[in-house]
T-cell receptor
Framework: NAGVMQNPRHLVRRRGQEARLRCSPM?????VYWYRQLPEEGLKFMVY????????ESGMPKERFSAEFPKEGPSILRIQQVVRGDSAAYFC????????????FGPGTRLTVT | DAKTTQPNSMESNEEEPVHLPCNHS???????IHWYRQLPSQGPEYVIH???SNVNNRMASLAIAEDRKSSTLILHRATLRDAAVYYC?????????????FGTGTRLTIIP
């Protein structure tokens, strides 16, 4: 049973470009979470989605960031007009149901903005 | 979520037990205690969780104080692969609080 998959693993973007990060949850999981880890900092929650719905986006920056989890296909975290401060590791996690004790994390996407 | 306090770093010798402490003096009655760890260049990994009683699984044991204001993660026989940052997290599942709030954790170094 494949774990949480994220691609790309590494992404380089110039300032002003768009970044699209993909997350395929574990099979059967319909709850997805995105976290960001800035260099030398801890992990911060960004957004929690169920299929086709955003449940909690309290950690999302107000501008340039959006997330979706369509009925078919992976969850997408989209960052428009990237800036150097967006350089970070972005982790996706999934769980089987709400309130699950375990969230299963992917390997992360390391975004570098030049 | 209630706050947790952990030492910034700890060292342990390989093949010896490791006790990682966590203080959570403001824990509420419905807060579960979770532990995750993050190995270098990897995503976090669930380790163990508990509410009141001590818990054991294949990875570790969790000892919870009687007043629940502190807990200890126990790795019974540390290996080099256990070198990671360990996070103690409180999570009130009853209120549907899905997000994990990570602190700074404890960086565990294993000495060969």
């Amino acid at each position: 049973n494949a774990g949480v998959m994220q691609n790309p693993r590494h992404l380089v973007r110039r300032r002003g470009q768009e970044a699209r990060l993909r997350c395929s949850p574990m099979k059967g999981h319909s709850h997805v979470y995105w976290y960001r880890q800035l260099p030398e900092e801890g992990l911060k929650f960004m957004v929690y989605l169920q299929k086709e719905n955003i449940i909690d986006e309290s950690g999302m920056p107000k501008e340039r960031f959006s997330a979706e989890f369509p009925k078919e296909g992976p969850s997408i975290l989209r960052i428009q007009q990237v800036v150097r401060g967006d350089s970070a590791a972005y982790f996706c996690a999934s769980s089987l149901k709400p309130g699950s004790y375990e969230q299963y994390f992917g390997p992360g996407t390391r975004l570098t903005v030049t | 979520d209630a706050k947790t306090t952990q030492p910034n770093s700890m060292e342990s010798n390989e093949e010896e037990p490791v006790h990682l402490p966590c203080n959570h003096s403001t824990i509420s009655g419905t807060d579960y205690i979770h532990w995750y760890r993050q190995l270098p260049s990897q995503g976090p990994e669930y380790v163990i969780h508990g509410l009141t009683s001590n818990v054991n699984n294949r990875m570790a044991s969790l000892a919870i104080a009687e007043d629940r204001k502190s807990s200890t993660l126990i790795l019974h026989r540390a290996t080099l692969r256990d070198a990671a940052v360990y996070y103690c997290i409180l999570r009130d599942v009853n209120f549907g609080n899905e997000k994990l709030t990570f602190g700074t954790g404890t960086r565990l170094t294993i000495i060969p």
